[in-house]
């Protein structure tokens, strides 16, 4: 494969969400740690993540629109958190970041289908990235404090299937929690926490991973599928959920991952099929109505953080 363009940003790219109303632009989250004792900065990698916590280090980010081309667009800076993920909806032109202070940023995106006319024409970018609304975890105990406990937010999806009357997030916690919200216009309700969602060794470890289950094609709405979720955590472990039974996971995998769960996509044409990729350099593909054994692996050979798009035969 070769290389065709490239740019170069002031911030370590983290994240990349394609825009599915416009196919010539995509946004790009970033994610920066400054450390203050010595002025440095370093990459975006897991393990800084989750090591640097110290009062001396500062965390920036921003949210990018980029189009083919590789022109920045738009850029809103975000002062005082890194963006660890990003998910843009299509049906209700929301991107939702995933905050590395503990908070989610929700933008609504304008749809423009002549924005690359207008930038040509007139020579100026049109914004597509306004004042965000923002949600902060808070201490259920005293909701005038955030709480700081649950520390980075490292993973965040959309509903598919969620009514058209409100939206339905995911997201989940360097501290082993998964949070659902629903979201009515302006308003943010919390639905559902589970806390201690993976262990190792009787120690929470981080969630890297929260996805609904389901898939575009799917009716709206598709009570079934619309309730079911999964997790992966730093304890090798895949685990289904159904919201509507929260207590405990529906369906655990222990044994198919070598090391941590970081990521998970449904398959865009089948509501049963999904993959995970792991520390372990290993893609797999499984069936939600089996999950104890993959029906297929693949072996990249090189460290394999994120397993997008796949095709079925």
């Given at each position: ?41 370093k ?11 110290s ?11 980029i ?16 963006v ?8 209700c ?20 289908s ?23 975890v ?5 909701c ?5 406990n ?17 939206q339905?997030?995911?997201?989940s ?6 949070f659902i ?47 079911i ?10 685990r ?17 991952h ?8 449904w ?9 995970t ?22 072996h ?14």
């Open positions: 494969m070769n290389i065709t363009k490239e740019i170069t940003l002031d911030q370590h790219p983290c994240s990349i969400e394609t825009f599915s109303e416009n196919e010539k632009l995509f946004f790009c989250g970033n994610y920066q740690l400054y450390e203050q004792n010595n002025g440095d900065s990459a975006g990698e897991l393990g800084s993540f989750l090591t640097s916590n009062e001396n280090n500062q965390r920036k980010g921003s949210v990018m629109v189009n083919n081309q590789l022109d920045i667009i738009d850029n809103y800076s975000i002062p005082s958190a890194g660890l993920d990003m998910k843009y909806s299509p049906n032109s929301k991107l939702a970041c995933a905050l590395s202070n503990s908070s989610l940023a929700i933008f609504d995106i304008k749809k423009d002549n924005i690359s006319s207008l930038i040509s024409e007139t020579g100026t970018k049109p914004s597509l990235l306004e004042e965000p609304l923002l949600f902060q808070k201490d259920e105990e005293n005038s404090e955030s709480y700081s649950e520390g980075l937010i490292l993973s965040v999806d959309w509903n598919k299937l969620s009514s058209s009357s409100y339905q997030l995911i997201f916690t360097q501290n082993s929690s998964v919200l629903d979201i009515h216009n302006e308003r943010i309700d919390t639905k559902l926490v589970i806390r201690e969602t993976h262990k190792l060794c009787g120690e929470i470890v981080p969630v890297w991973i929260s996805c609904f289950g389901g898939s575009q094609n799917e009716e709206e709405g598709n009570n079934s599928f619309s309730n979720f999964l997790t992966g955590g730093d304890d090798c472990c895949l289904l959920w159904d919201q509507r039974i929260p207590e405990r996971p529906i369906a655990l995998n222990k044994t198919s070598t090391a941590g769960v970081t990521s998970a996509q398959c865009f044409s089948n509501n049963n099929i999904f993959a990729g792991s520390y372990d350099e290993t893609i797999r593909i499984f069936d939600d109505r089996n999950i104890k054994i993959p029906v297929n692996e693949y990249t050979g090189t460290l394999n953080y994120n397993c997008y798009y796949f095709h079925i035969k």
